[in-house]
């Protein structure tokens, strides 16, 4: 079983900048891919970035550029770097881990980001 925690979402302006956390811990087995995805209102939920277990990292084309994933095993975090941020962008951001060897999804609560002058 997983358990995941993100923090880091807020109020921003457009062009500006935050950082997303996720902080994991797994009883057994370990985790292989971890990614972010958001969800809009009325919208359907989105794969934003994701990470492999050998360090591959894949972006949606909106996104490419703009953000960064990045994932510590030492400190079991996962992090999202938002920058140049646009409205488009508000959306409830959660943190996804996929297991193994027992391919299980895990899901944080989200995290609020607004992107708003």
């Known amino acids: 079983q997983v358990q995941l925690a993100e923090s880091g979402g807020g109020l921003v302006q457009p062009g500006g900048s935050l950082r997303l956390s996720c902080e994991y811990s797994?009883?057994?087995?370990?985790?292989?891919?971890m990614a972010w995805h958001r969800q809009a209102p009325g919208k359907s939920r989105e794969l934003v970035a994701s990470v492999s277990a050998d360090g591959s990292t894949n972006y949606l084309d909106s996104v490419k550029g703009r953000f960064t994933i990045a994932r510590d095993n030492a400190k079991n975090t996962l992090t999202l770097q938002m920058n140049s941020l646009k409205p488009e962008d508000t959306a409830v951001y959660l943190c996804?881990?996929?297991?193994?060897?027992?391919?299980?999804?895990?899901w944080g609560q989200g995290t609020q980001v607004t992107v708003s002058s």
């Open positions: 996804r881990a996929t297991t193994m060897p027992r391919p299980l999804n895990y």
């Open positions: 797994i009883k057994k087995g370990s985790i292989s891919a």
